[in-house]
């Protein structure tokens, strides 16, 4: 089953993209991170439920681009836990945020994924998307700064 995540869900989310990005995240910080999309329009995140728990996540910010002149969604996380792939989870969330972004006036949807994610790149090829863009990144650390 497919829902809006709410405040609650926050440690099932947390453990799903320190997964995603096979990292630890500092707990509290990201707690306040995601309270604070939780409460702004501009973010919709989903949760996928089964057995009990919390599989699967989804988070998408949607805004008015100057250069499309258009409201686009932009993917931002997704995730399924490793022991629930490949059972057509992702391909429902994915179709669910289509069609939830479409229905809130969005004209496309957009994301960046991880070179080294070439399954997910599959995955996002298979439901249409075409790679049109080069993503760059630039992380500051506190001597560039």
Not at 40 to 62: C, P, T
């Amino acid at each position: 089953m497919i829902r809006r995540a709410a405040e609650e869900d926050c440690s099932d989310i947390y453990r799903l993209v320190c997964i995603l990005e096979d990292t630890e995240f500092d707990p509290e910080i990201f707690r306040e991170i995601y309270l604070r999309q939780t409460a702004d329009d501009l973010y919709a995140g989903f949760v996928y439920e089964a057995d009990g728990k919390i599989i699967a996540f989804l988070n998408m910010r949607m805004e008015y681009h100057l250069h499309h002149t258009a409201r686009i969604a932009e993917l931002l996380e997704f995730v399924v836990d490793n022991e629930y792939r490949s059972r057509g989870i992702g391909r429902e969330m994915f179709e669910y945020a289509c069609t939830y972004a479409g229905e809130h006036g969005c004209v496309q949807i957009e994301l960046v994924s991880n070179q080294r994610r070439v399954r997910a790149h599959r995955f996002y090829e298979e439901r249409g998307m075409n790679r049109s863009h080069f993503g760059f990144t630039m992380p500051f650390d506190e001597q560039a700064v």
